[in-house]
């Protein structure tokens, strides 16, 4: 993925940096390279159709990582494939079929050690390596990934086609400090745009190390590199003019091989960059067809070449308000300070027609979550045939009135449980609200049963006459409903006077001090 070698050669320009030290910056993240990431974890479970969200959380907990370093994070994620790179698609969707054959016949392999007790380990490996060549990025996984970042406060956006050049245009724009991807086409694009200012981080850990680059200072990056091969090519090219050596480095990358070229066979990033510094007093329209002797594929080149300059871009970032527009990434930059190649007689078919933002957005979502319902229907509308249109009828006469009904009768009131129905032992197993119901409701019916046992209901056909009741002697007559009730009477106690007081004798105080029967002696305390 990207420029061949490229990360080998600038590899002596880049220093170990943790985000820390960006405190304060916005950093623009590739997408696609946080979800390949997190797929590595579950790249069984995709493969095979599982159902998983472990990549979505993975690209989650590596923003809240930058966010409590104080960097802002901005995720950018790939569109539409381009149509220049169809090749290059077709080839890897090949790659991981193949990967995914020799996946499934280690998994095979390990379950047939694992019934005869052989040792498993090595072909647990080499599964676990074919399923992480097949992972792909969807758009399902792409939605679900931007939902779960959204709940999290983080700002996404879909490009219209390539990430690389989306990240690149938010760095023009000045919408953000740096980029943070595993791709190296990106230090192709910041070169070539001479984006001075722009940091590019890569290989960033769960800790928050990577490597910083600087890729648009040319010159610094020049003295970086040590006086390498590839670093001298390049000062020749740089001693000519500065927009010079920045064209002069995109055109050794596309020629060494990149998404959008197939180098020549033996022709590598150096070699290119030899070329191309060989041919750096040429035009800069030219120097691709002249600086390599019999290049068999001239036109393919010069389509590579305006895929990095002309690449479609949002203009913007939405929110607020603001629809981003498509653009061509070379509208962005100054023509005075980057030198960009003329368009192609088909620009759009080699790098994609310009978008409406609002359109995509409902296409990319209707494609990430189809509509299920919608297709049975269509499924079952396209299987069942249509039935014929009804036959118009005359109309009808007007109907008599219907006679008035009675209104139905209330449904019977459940009258509970019946205890005899309830098993006490498996009373006990019931949860407690539901057993505390239960036993409320055996409570009543117990009661009912009593208050039937005590007063029997008396039968209806033949009605019991009422018991005279005898009566004393001496009760008193019942007086009449109609007589007045009698007055209580008043009821006062007598007031007695208190008895007087007898003077006490001497057998009274004698009483007093003798000991009560049963109760011990207490012994007298003698003093020594």
Not at 110 to 122: I, K, P, T, Y
Not at 287 to 312: C, M, P, Q, T
Not at 413 to 436: C, K, Q, S
Not at 502 to 509: H, I, L, M, Y
Request: aromatic share 4%; proline share 8%.
């Amino acid at each position: 993925m990207g420029i061949s070698g490229l990360h080998h050669q600038l590899k002596a320009a880049q220093k170990k940096i943790n985000v820390a030290e960006l405190r304060g910056r916005t950093l623009a993240l590739d997408g696609h390279a946080l979800l390949h990431r997190g797929a590595l974890s579950c790249a069984e479970q995709l493969a095979e159709g599982e159902p998983t969200t472990r990549y979505a959380h993975f690209a989650v907990q590596r923003v809240q990582m930058l966010a409590t370093k104080g960097v802002t994070a901005i995720v950018v994620f790939d569109g539409a494939p381009t149509p220049l790179k169809r090749h290059t698609n077709h080839q890897r969707s090949a790659n991981r079929e193949g990967a995914l054959e020799d996946a499934r016949r280690w998994k095979r392999e390990c379950e047939r050690r694992h019934e005869s007790g052989e040792d498993r380990d090595d072909a647990i490996g080499e599964m676990r390596k074919a399923y992480s060549k097949t992972v792909s990025i969807t758009q399902t996984m792409v939605e679900v990934t931007k939902r779960e970042l959204e709940k999290a406060s983080v700002r996404c956006l879909v490009a219209p086609y390539e990430a690389d050049a989306q990240l690149a245009a938010l760095c023009v724009l000045g919408l953000c400090d740096g980029v943070i991807t595993e791709d190296s086409d990106l230090a192709c694009l910041l070169c070539g745009l001479r984006l001075s200012r722009c940091l590019l981080v890569t290989k960033l850990d769960r800790d928050g190390s990577g490597d910083l680059l600087i890729p648009g200072d040319l010159t610094k990056l020049i003295t970086d590199l040590r006086r390498s091969k590839f670093a001298k090519a390049l000062a020749k090219a740089l001693r000519v003019h500065e927009r010079t050596g920045a064209r002069c480095f995109v055109q050794s990358c596309v020629l060494a091989g990149c998404d959008y070229y197939v180098s020549e066979a033996g022709l590598g990033l150096v070699g290119a960059a030899e070329h191309v510094a060989a041919a750096r007093r040429l035009n800069d329209d030219e120097r691709i067809e002249k600086a390599v002797k019999r290049l068999s594929n001239v036109d393919g080149a010069r389509a590579a070449e305006r895929a990095f300059y002309h690449a479609k871009v949002w203009k913007g970032l939405p929110g607020n308000g603001v629809v981003p527009r498509c653009v061509s990434l070379s509208e962005l930059v100054c023509p005075s300070r980057v030198s960009v190649p003329p368009l192609g007689s088909d620009i759009d078919a080699e790098v994609g027609p310009s978008l409406n933002f609002e359109a995509c957005e409902r296409e990319r979502v209707a494609a990430a979550f189809p509509p299920a319902q919608h297709t049975i229907d269509a499924a079952f509308a396209r299987s069942v045939p249509a039935a014929p249109p009804p036959a118009r009828e005359p109309p009808a006469a007007p109907a008599a009135p219907l006679p008035e009904t009675e209104p139905p009768a209330p449904p019977p009131v459940d009258a509970g449980i019946d205890g005899a129905e309830v098993d006490l032992e498996t009373l006990n197993e019931l949860p407690p609200d539901v057993r505390a119901e239960v036993e409320r409701q055996l409570m009543l019916w117990r009661a009912t049963r009593r208050g039937a046992a005590r007063s029997p209901p008396p039968v209806p056909d033949a009605p019991v006459a009422p018991k005279p009741r005898a009566r004393s002697s001496g009760a008193r007559p019942r007086a009449s409903s109609d007589a007045k009730p009698a007055a209580k009477k008043k009821t006062t106690r007598r007031k007695t006077a208190p008895e007087p007081l007898r003077p006490a004798n001497n057998s009274d105080v004698q009483s007093f001090f003798a000991p009560k029967p049963g109760a011990a002696k207490r012994p007298r305390w003698r003093s020594t």
